[in-house]
């Protein structure tokens, strides 16, 4: 499968340090396992690289002799997603692998020993989740950046 | 078993003359050893663990050297300091001394202040100094007024107005708090005026251990001020000399102390006894506090809550110089240490000079609490309540043991990016400035004070 990843998003992956070799690794799991989000043609896949989970939001393009996949943005984030605390009200996502509506909740997160809660999509059946791209390069990465900031 | 494991310069403690100088590792301590022609052999302790000693080179930063220097003649360091061209390290923090009197007269004293000379500049005087800073220093500058007591001084706020109106970027003053327990408006003014923070000295959490450090028991006047830093949010650094037989068993009770004023305590800093100035006796290795010992006793004495890993070199100043970590106290009261060794060396190693320097003015600055919107409840137990306590909730816990004539390094004095600014346009190493032989001789405070 192609993956066409247009010019202004490969700008802001490589300034999030995301690899395009990466990219790929994570839709190509997504397509032949159907572990992913999907709202309205859009698709939300994740796959951890080395310590990082690498997240892609991309659609799907069906052609008539191949279908591909244009990323519409990508992030990542080290901090490990854990346990789902608790599922709130419907998120408009469904989990592709479960068939079901997945929800926004929130999951204990860890990063360097300490644990804490965050807003993510989960789905309760498979008991998967995902943090989306607002938490991960904002809440997310100060936090990761504050225990980085201190090394130097 | 003895093995040489380095040379360097260093001075003889009689005559202050340069002489050789090795590094000698025996039963896990690393020595200084070396010779004077007239005053025969001198042999230091200088560090326990010499594996550690070793390892710590890792941390050694890529140097930023000054830009402009008052002295060009290379080869003579360290008789003729001003910075010269041998020097590989730029300034980071400035000692600006506006007085050598003090209001006490403490049996240990890296200034003998009030003894042998009167130094007390006029605004004029000092306005030189800042310029001499501004000259040679880059921004942001860092400047810690110091002496002597500056707050001995009325004109302290008008000193800090100076400093700040001619373009220092933070001030901090180093103190022994006195004056600002009983003087709550005095300390309104010299905050008003723009200093960051305080430099407070704090020795230990019983009045017995300030009877031995000051000759008195100042404890309740150091909680007096305490209280108005406070009342007014002045940050606070508690500076702690740490001595053998003295207070080396509180190092843990001052953590456990500075937790409850956190946030108006930002940092403690252990600074183990050097032998300048005014001190009691001439040591013995058993009397010297090298850095892992310090470290080895924090982690003993917070029941390894703070840990020797949890310490850092700067990889500002020479990576045998200080040690530093950085923790957030929890809501459970326990302090979580966001450094450690396990994380190895920075990255960037270069311009660490300038990344301390700015690290100073963003993390020892006295924080609003009230910087999120959100309600504690809504903050209680996620990912942005622990960012919105690190922010305010932090304590950082530093150490540097300063050099003195039996420990000096030619190669720690060329990596020192801490000076004291002089009234004739110099900025001497801190260290170097204070040395002082047995018998009182400076190379530098006497003669340009």
């Known amino acids: ?152 | 078993m003895s093995e040489k494991i380095g040379e360097t310069q260093s001075l003889c403690p009689h005559c202050l003359r340069t002489i050789p100088a090795d590094k000698i590792a025996e039963n896990d301590n690393v020595y200084l050893v070396k010779t004077c022609p007239e005053h025969g052999t001198f042999k230091v302790l200088i560090w326990r663990g010499v594996e550690d000693y070793r390892d710590l080179q890792r941390y050694a930063c890529v140097f930023s050297p000054p830009e402009k220097i008052a002295v060009q003649t290379k080869g003579t360091c360290p008789e003729v300091c001003g910075l010269c061209p041998d020097h590989k390290q730029h300034t980071c923090l400035v000692v600006l001394e506006v007085t050598n009197r003090c209001n006490l007269k403490c049996p240990v004293c890296f200034a003998s202040a009030n003894e042998r000379y009167k130094f007390h500049p006029t605004i004029d005087e000092i306005r030189k100094m800042y310029q001499t800073i501004l000259d040679y220093v880059q921004h942001p500058i860092v400047v810690q007024i110091s002496g002597g007591e500056p707050t001995i001084r009325d004109d302290l706020p008008e000193i800090v107005k100076l400093g700040k109106s001619m373009g220092i970027d933070y001030i901090e003053v180093n103190t022994n708090g006195i004056r600002l327990g009983e003087d709550l408006d005095y300390l309104r003014r010299i905050k008003d005026a723009g200093v960051s923070s305080l430099y407070f000295s704090f020795d230990g959490v019983t009045g017995d251990v300030y009877t031995k450090t000051c000759g008195k028991d100042l404890l309740e006047p150091k909680l007096r001020a305490l209280e108005n830093c406070r009342k007014v949010e002045m940050g606070v650094t508690l500076v702690c000399v740490v001595a053998p037989g003295i207070n080396l068993h509180q190092v843990g009770d001052v953590i456990q102390f500075a937790k409850k004023w956190i946030p108006t305590v930002k940092g403690i800093h252990f600074q183990p006894l050097s032998y300048f100035g005014r001190y009691p006796k001439v040591p013995e290795d058993e009397d010297r506090v090298v850095l892992p010992d310090l470290l080895r006793e924090i982690e003993k004495q917070t029941n390894g809550e703070i840990r020797f890993d949890s310490f850092i070199p700067t990889s500002c100043a020479n990576v045998h110089c200080d040690a530093k970590s950085m923790s957030v106290l929890l809501e459970d009261g326990s302090l979580l240490p966001l450094t450690t060794r396990a994380l190895g060396p920075p990255r960037d190693t270069k311009n660490v000079a300038t990344k301390t320097r700015k690290e100073i003015c963003d993390l020892w600055r006295y924080i609003e609490e009230s910087v999120s919107t959100s309600s504690e409840e809504e903050l209680d137990g996620t990912w942005l309540g622990f960012i919105e306590r690190a922010k305010t909730r932090y304590l950082t816990i530093s150490a540097m043991p300063f050099q003195d004539v039996w420990t000096v390094e030619a190669e720690r004095l060329q990596g020192c990016c801490i000076h004291t600014v002089t009234p004739d346009g110099k900025l001497i190493p801190f260290c170097l400035f204070n040395i002082n032989s047995l018998d009182g001789k400076t190379l530098y405070r006497h003669k340009v004070f």
């Not at chain 1, 901090?79 to 692998?97: E, K, R, Y």
């Open chain 1, 1 to 152: 499968m192609d993956i066409k990843i247009p010019d202004n998003v490969k700008e802001v992956i490589g300034k999030r340090g995301i690899k395009e070799a990466d990219i790929e690794a994570v839709v190509k799991e997504a397509e032949s396992s159907n572990k992913k989000l999907v709202k309205n043609g859009r698709n939300l896949a994740k796959k951890k690289i080395g310590d990082v989970l690498v997240y892609v939001d991309y659609d799907i393009d069906k052609g008539v002799l191949s279908k591909h996949a244009k990323v519409n943005s990508a992030y990542t984030h080290r901090i490990v997603l854990q346990h789902i605390v608790n599922a709130d009200g419907p998120s408009g996502w469904t989990c592709a692998h479960c068939n079901e509506a997945a929800a926004f909740g929130h999951v204990q997160m860890e990063y360097m020993t300490v644990k804490r809660n965050g807003p993510a999509v989960v789905c309760a059946k498979c008991g998967d989740s995902w943090a989306e791209e607002y938490l991960a390069t904002k809440t997310l990465a100060a936090v990761e950046g504050l225990f980085e900031k201190k090394r130097a």
